[in-house]
């Protein structure tokens, strides 16, 4: 009965730490683009070096 305590605790603290970091990088703007997914479709992807030798 006692690790399901040591468990539910370890849980919690995790938990809470994604939650910190989830509201941290919501503060600093990392989810306010919302215009560049929308057009990314449209531009072609530029080919590397390496993918225009494995041809």
């Not at 399901?4 to 995790?14: H, K, P, Q, T, Y």
């Not at 919302?34 to 072609?44: H, K």
């Amino acid at each position: 009965m006692e690790i399901m305590i040591l468990l539910i605790g370890a849980s919690m603290l995790l938990a809470m730490f994604f939650l910190i970091m989830f509201i941290r990088a919501g503060m600093r703007g990392q989810f306010r683009d919302t215009y560049t997914p929308s057009v990314r479709i449209l531009f072609e992807d530029e080919e590397t070096e390496n993918s225009k030798n494995s041809k």
